[in-house]
């Protein structure tokens, strides 16, 4: 069966430090993956998504990035980070077929002090 | 572009009262519906989808295309209902994009 592995769970970072958020997905191939930020009173904003190696389309302009290296791995980096960047954020991935829906990670919550 | 409306933030309910859970929805293609839930300390999870026309826990939701809603549903209300529930769309395209409301928090109270 297909899982998805989302890693800190919690993060402190102080502002103006890098971040890297690591996501990967196990027991599927290509997968459709996605970067969510979750904020209190407003649902779930699409940050990124990518249909493939490399391949990344970013949905919000902001201070962060993402990169696809593997097949199956999906990284949200940022070179400095802003008090604004905190919030919880959440991987997710799809099979891109018509009929399902995603599947998310467990997510982490990021504190920019 | 594609919007979810979820217009209750808080829904609080007796328990075994019915439930209803508004979405209404605005796009151009032919949509993909979905219900998430996220109980306390979980991850989000897919609840159910309109595509597959299933009951899950009790509760059910009918793609309606004249008023553009989906509204999720349960006769009876359970204390372990309580939790935050999402109205999501899928765009049509292998680079679909999910769109999520707002969420609502079903309360249920004895």
């Known amino acids: 069966s297909q899982t998805i592995h989302q890693w800190p769970a919690t993060l402190v970072q102080p502002v103006g430090s890098p971040l890297s958020l690591e996501c990967t997905v196990e027991?599927?191939?290509?997968?459709?993956l996605y970067w969510y930020r979750q904020a209190a009173g407003r649902g779930l904003q699409l940050l990124f998504y990518?249909?493939?190696?490399?391949?990344i389309s970013s949905e919000v302009p902001q201070n962060l990035s993402a990169s696809r290296p593997q097949d199956r791995q999906f990284i949200l980096s940022s070179k400095k980070l802003l008090l604004s960047d905190s919030g919880f954020y959440l991987c997710?991935?799809?099979?891109?077929?018509?009929?399902?829906?995603?599947?998310f990670g467990s997510g982490t919550r990021l504190t920019v002090v | 572009a594609q919007r979810v409306t979820q217009p209750e933030k808080l829904l609080s309910v007796f328990k075994g009262a019915p439930v209803e859970l508004k979405c209404n929805y605005s796009?151009?293609?032919?949509?993909?519906l979905f219900w998430y839930v996220q109980y306390s300390r979980q991850r989000l999870q897919l609840l159910l989808r309109?595509?597959s026309r299933e009951s899950i826990k009790g509760f059910t939701a009918d793609l309606n295309k004249g008023e553009t809603s989906f509204h999720l549903k349960k006769p009876f209300a359970q204390e372990e209902d309580s939790a935050m529930y999402y109205c999501?769309?899928?765009?049509?395209?292998?680079?679909?994009?999910?769109?999520f409301g707002t969420g609502t928090r079903l309360q249920v109270t004895l």
């Open positions: 990518s249909v493939g190696i490399g391949q």
């Open positions: 999501a769309l899928k765009t049509a395209g292998t680079a679909s994009k999910l769109t």
């Open positions: 997710a991935w799809s099979p891109g077929q018509v009929g399902y829906g995603y599947t």
């Open positions: 309109h595509i």
């Open positions: 796009y151009s293609g032919s949509p993909e």
């Open positions: 027991g599927t191939s290509n997968p459709n």
